[in-house]
């Protein structure tokens, strides 16, 4: 047995009393072909620094032996020694034949470190020297995929899904099917998921997937993808509003308001799953519980008028006048949206302010001047108003260009002739 080997053995074994002998008689006695071995198993199981101590001593040996000066700079990079890392790789001569290799890891490190650009320069370069080299596509479509660069990193997984499955971790009709989603496509981009469904294992590609068969209308296959994510890690955030929203086109109320519930448990800052369940759980006559999700929505994020306008209407339809008006109290006039003015008008009207009543109306008119509804309504009210004759009249005119067939409010019109 080799040195190297009884090194390997005692470091598998937990028995670190002989590391330093046994590694410098593996380094005066072994063959280099076997001290490669044992820098290459040393670096894999984590000892980089009796793996940098084998390479320091390769390249001593053998000076023009390219390859271990850019093993040894790729551990120098992974534990920060930068300078003396890319002091290496770029001391490899361009007519050298692990150039490329070198390349290759300045390329990784640049894009480790955010520098998309001059690491797509490194890959370029590899692949003017290297064309048929796959690991330099597969390099640059990520780096393209990674820059947003959708439309030229599509036809390089296209070209190397022809000859592999898998490039390193990364499952190539994945990244196809995430590629076409980026770029809008959703239709094709769900044809690849159907076909290949048993690559999409892991999270991130199934809530992707999840994803796009929303988008493209198969709501049982996302409801199927987003389950599955819940299920693997229920704190996945993302999951559940795109959850309800699938259960929202089924029109099940119930799933809706539960994937609700369940996502504001592990997020209460999404205003998004307070709306869904609010609504939800209101098309199930559950008020209290639409009243209670609002309310805290609106604690959550005070200034969301989507959350505001939602539980005004909830307290419309419950009759509650004086709440419903509250809402808008300590709104500047500026921040209130024309529905709020409509919502207002009506609970002061119940509640006989018509001054109030008719401002709010007014206010309400240049918004829904074309909405058959709030016409209806607010000529009803102006027609109890003393001299108000002239603008029922207006009102009724635009009202029936609207709804012309509305024999009781043609009658009206008539009798203001």
């Known amino acids: 047995m080799s040195y190297s080997e009884q090194l390997l053995d005692s470091i598998e074994k937990q028995d670190f009393s002989q590391q330093k002998i046994l590694l410098k008689k593996a380094l005066n006695n072994d063959k280099p072909e076997i001290l490669a071995s044992l820098a290459e198993n040393l670096t894999d199981l984590g000892f980089t620094d009796l793996s940098k101590q084998v390479y320091r001593a390769l390249i001593a040996k053998f000076p023009k032996e390219d390859l271990f000066k850019v093993y040894l700079a790729e551990i120098l990079l992974n534990d920060g020694d930068d300078d003396d890392g890319l002091s290496l790789l770029y001391n490899v001569s361009e007519s050298s034949p692990t150039y490329v290799d ?9 894009q480790t470190n955010g520098l998309l650009e001059t690491a797509k320069t490194k890959l370029l370069k590899a692949l003017k020297i290297d064309p048929d080299e796959d690991a330099i596509k597969f390099g640059l479509a990520e780096l393209d995929y990674l820059s947003g660069k959708y439309e030229e990193a599509l036809p390089i997984y296209q070209d190397l899904i022809k000859r592999q499955k898998n490039f390193s971790e990364v499952n190539l009709n994945q990244r196809i099917f995430q590629t076409l989603a980026k770029l809008g496509q959703y239709e094709d981009a769900s ?25 493209v209308g198969d709501y049982d296959q996302a409801i199927k993808y987003l389950d599955s994510v819940i299920e693997q890690s229920p704190d996945y955030v993302n999951a559940y509003p795109l959850l309800a929203e699938a259960y ?14 369940t996502g504001l448990a592990y997020n209460e800052l999404d205003q998004v799953l307070y709306s869904k369940g609010a609504r939800a759980a209101a098309n199930l006559k559950d008020f209290k519980t639409a009243e ?58 119940r509640m006989d302010n018509s001054d109030k009543a008719k401002s709010e109306f007014l206010l309400a008119y240049p918004e829904f001047k074309d909405n ?45 002739q």
Not at 191 to 215: N, P, R, T
Not at 381 to 399: C, G, H, M, P, W
């Open 372 to 416: 058959s509804i709030f016409l209806k309504q607010m000529i009803r009210f102006f027609s109890t108003e003393a001299n108000s004759d002239e603008i029922v009249k207006q009102l009724l005119e635009r009202y029936l260009k609207l709804v012309p067939e509305d024999y009781e409010m043609q009658d009206l019109y008539n009798q203001l």
């Open 191 to 215: 044809k690849i998921i159907k076909e290949h469904s048993e690559d999409i294992l892991d999270i991130d590609s199934k809530y992707q997937a999840g994803l796009v068969m929303l988008s």
């Open 292 to 349: 209670k999700l609002l309310k805290k929505g609106l604690k959550v994020a005070p200034d969301n008028n989507d959350l505001r306008l939602q539980l005004s209407n909830l307290y419309l339809s419950e009759h509650k006048d004086k709440e419903n008006l509250d809402l808008f109290a300590s709104i500047d006039d500026d921040d209130i949206e024309p529905q709020a003015y409509w919502n207002m008008a009506i609970s002061y009207e």
């Open 248 to 261: 929202e086109h089924k029109h099940d109320d119930n799933q809706v308001l539960h994937a609700a519930q």
């Open 102 to 110: 070198s390349l290759l890891v300045q390329a990784d490190y640049y």
